[in-house]
């Protein structure tokens, strides 16, 4: 038991408990870097170009908007807006998870916020919520590990994603978002959670039709930020009696 103790708040222990959190980050994301590299290649860049890209963006959805915006010739400063539109929650993740990383140095921040995606705020908030400290070290261990994984497909992808004829055929389109509503669940014990799902579900879905694509992603989450402001936070035992 003693050693489990140390294991857990000892720097390596931290790291690699991290790690072993990204597991199904990087199974789930997989298949998606290498389809991006694939789709890069398709669309007129190099191996080298597409690994860049992923390192020096490092988001899946915007990275897909991009490549397909590239291979169409549109102006630039459509596809900067419209990779701004899809990497536009991230602004939210960082308000929200800020708090958390407030006591880290400025450079360790930086390179937080930079590696920051959906399932790294996800796993960050629900350790925060859970009482524990957001470390640094911890922090790495989860997001590096997803950050590696992702350039080093994107690259296979680049090599060899022309010989899957069609991957939409294989499924792996389907497990992201099967990952992403496992993320959603877990914070089912927050107050307001059903309500400010729904609304945010049923405005993406409204502005996916009405407005299109990439901006009703983040339509779909100002929807429930604006929910969750409106609405009176919830404290327990009002309206009960003792």
Do not use: C
Not at 155 to 169: E, H, K, Q
Not at 184 to 198: A, C, H, Q, S, T
Request: glycine share 10%; charged share 10%.
């Amino acid at each position: 038991m003693a050693s489990d103790a140390v294991m857990e708040t000892s720097p390596a222990g931290e790291f690699w408990q991290g790690v072993r959190l990204s597991i199904p980050v990087v199974v789930a994301a997989g298949p998606f870097a290498m389809l991006f590299g694939a789709l890069a290649v398709d669309n007129g860049f190099s191996v080298f170009e597409a690994f860049l890209m992923s390192a020096a963006v490092f988001g899946g959805a915007s990275q897909m908007v991009g490549i397909e915006l590239f291979g169409h010739h549109v102006a630039p400063w459509l596809i900067v807006l419209s990779i701004f539109a899809v990497n536009f929650r991230h602004v939210l993740y960082s308000a929200a998870i800020g708090r958390q990383l407030a006591h880290w140095p400025l450079a360790q921040q930086a390179i937080g916020y930079f590696l920051l995606t959906d399932p790294q705020y996800a796993i960050a908030e629900s350790r925060a919520q859970a009482g524990r400290k957001v470390g640094f070290v911890w922090y790495m261990g989860a997001a590096l590990a997803v950050y590696v994984f992702w350039v080093l497909l994107t690259v296979l992808g680049a090599f060899f994603g022309r010989l899957i004829p069609d991957t939409a055929a294989v499924g792996i389109d389907f497990l992201l978002p099967i990952y992403f509503l496992g993320l959603v669940m877990e914070f089912r014990k927050r107050p307001l959670w059903l309500p400010i799902v729904l609304v945010s579900a049923a405005t993406s879905i409204l502005a996916y039709k009405f407005v299109g694509s990439p901006w009703h992603v983040t339509l779909g989450a100002l929807g429930g930020v604006v929910l969750a402001v409106v609405l009176p936070p919830h404290r327990s035992g009002v309206g009960e009696r003792p």
